[in-house]
DNA sequence: GACATTTGACCTAT
DNA sequence: ATAGGTCAAATGTC
């Protein structure tokens, strides 16, 4: 790697490196869950920036990284066809996890489904053994904003009050309430990130989701969009935060600010490139790799193995 | 009419 | 061959 791509690398790396420092000391002393929160997040975005620079910059797919826990099966599908085409297939780590939510009797309508996050259901399988069927959901925002964030929901056998949910992926979407709980908490992140004054943001802001009401319906994505900015709409937030902590969250934020960076021609060309390229590159005009990253896990890299 | 859900068909990993 | 996951046409809802 050049020296010209190499040193926003090392920057990045370092302030990973002092933020993590930072939350240790932290951890000796009386420490608020927010402040906690937002050193996690600052972290997660600096290495997931490092990270994507890396993917980015060295086409190192075949090199020893492993995020968290991956399955065997079907959560890694690694090098393939590499001699036909001297194309590498991308290593595809989504990360996975599971919840148990219990309904109160009466509220299975609203039940586990409201998790602040705006899901569609695409499908529905009886699965062998189990009494209930299992339902499959994406993200609302797949088309539009390439989310690629799953769930499947199933309700317990032992306990038909208990859902089962599975999360796969992280959501790179943005979502109103995670929008305005960022902007509210990562002052430092607005700071680096956009230059603007905030008026401006503002318009900018409007303007980068000014797409989603241009079909003129009432969608879920209007409602999780009010009209408009920094709404705070008090969709279980705090469950939201449990369900999906820093790592989707600040990676939304992340790119949503190199949104705001981007001239006008750069959004609307962005924002085709959105919509048309399916789920295949939702999110490479931004320098963030769709590959999701567990940060759950230990993360082995050796960065050696890159040419620098 | 637009969007969400349902459900049988199809695909893929084991 | 089978089970789990996804697709997409049909249907429902607003």
Known sequence: METSKKRPL?????????????????????MSAETCEFLVER?????????????????FDESPISFGEISPTTEVSDVADSDSKNVFKKRKTIPKWSEQVKVCSGTMVEGPLSDGYSWRKYGQKDILGANHPRAYYRCTHRNVQGCLATKQVQRS?????VFEITYRGRHTCIQATQLSKALE?????????????????????????????????????????????????????????????????????????????????DLSEMMNSRTNSGTNSPIGDVGFSLDYVDFNGDILFDITDFEM
């Open 10 to 30: 090392i920057n990045e790396l370092t302030q990973g490196k002092e933020l993590t420092n930072q939350l240790k000391d932290y951890l000796d002393k009386p």
């Open 185 to 265: 908490k990562t002052p430092k992140i607005e700071k680096e990130t956009i230059h603007d004054s905030k008026p401006t943001q503002k318009i900018h802001m409007e303007r980068a989701f000014s797409f989603k009401s241009s079909k003129g319906v009432n969608t879920n994505e209007d409602k999780l969009f009010p009209s408009f900015l920094f709404d705070s709409t008090p969709i279980e937030t705090e469950k939201l935060e449990n369900l999906f902590y820093l790592g989707g969250d600040s990676t939304a934020f992340i790119t949503f600010n190199h949104n705001l960076q981007s001239s006008d021609s």
């Open 43 to 59: 972290i997660l975005s600096s290495y997931e920036k490092a990270l994507c620079m890396l993917n980015k910059g060295s086409g």
């Open 157 to 161: 056998d032992g306990d038909s009050s």
